[in-house]
């Protein structure tokens, strides 16, 4: 949940630690540290995310097949609320309420842009430029709903139509999120033969 943003994004994912709102008829309830949803069907920003389980780091993680030319690298942490991390370890696979959380920081150039010891790496900025979540529903489209946050408070759903969706679609490795990326899980996926056809057909090429 993971990738750099197209829309923002990739993916993955997301998030929100407490109990759901009412949800519709029919449609279980989740853990008590998955999404959390305003009474419009709004998800609202989980706040305490960091403090769940770190899955990955990537670099100029992104969609698009050319290069970015802005000049500017960024760094994509992506988190998991911690039930459907338990509950991966044991099966493959997620539960429906999975929040994977992608947070995107700017990049620093070490002895360009701080003072500081490191004067070779990169580090990651204080600001955050944008947080996406990528939550298992099963009263969505595909199974999956897609969200991106302008401010720490409420976003509302991506469209399905979006193209984020058929990215993970076609090419994340398993259940529409990008495992190939989360070193600490791919292994776990492979023991427990949930990768995808799409990802395995993709890699075999």
Known sequence: MF?????????????VFGVLS??????????????????DRQLQFP????????LTSGLDMNYDAKPDDSGMSMFGNVF???SSYRAFL???????????VLENR?????GEEQASLNKHGLSQTEETMGVEVH???????????????????????IPPAASC??????????????????????????????????????MAK
């Open 22 to 39: 009412p949800r519709p008829a029919g449609v279980p309830s989740l853990a008590s540290d998955g999404p959390k949803f305003t009474p």
């Open 80 to 82: 998991v609320n911690p």
């Open 135 to 157: 939550v298992k529903d099963a009263s969505q489209p595909g199974g999956w709903g897609s969200y991106t946050f302008d401010n720490q408070k409420t976003a509302k759903i």
């Open 47 to 54: 706040e305490d995310y960091r403090a769940w389980v770190y």
């Open 3 to 15: 990738v750099r943003p197209l829309l923002s994004l990739a993916m993955a994912s997301t998030m």
């Open 90 to 100: 044991k099966t493959g696979a997620w539960p429906d309420g999975t929040t994977l």
């Open 165 to 202: 969706y058929s990215c993970h679609q076609q090419h994340a490795a398993v259940d529409t999120t990008f495992v190939q990326f989360y070193p600490t899980l791919l292994p776990v996926a492979k023991a427990h033969r949930t990768l995808s056809k799409a990802y395995l057909d993709e």
């Open 106 to 110: 700017t990049a620093v150039h070490g």
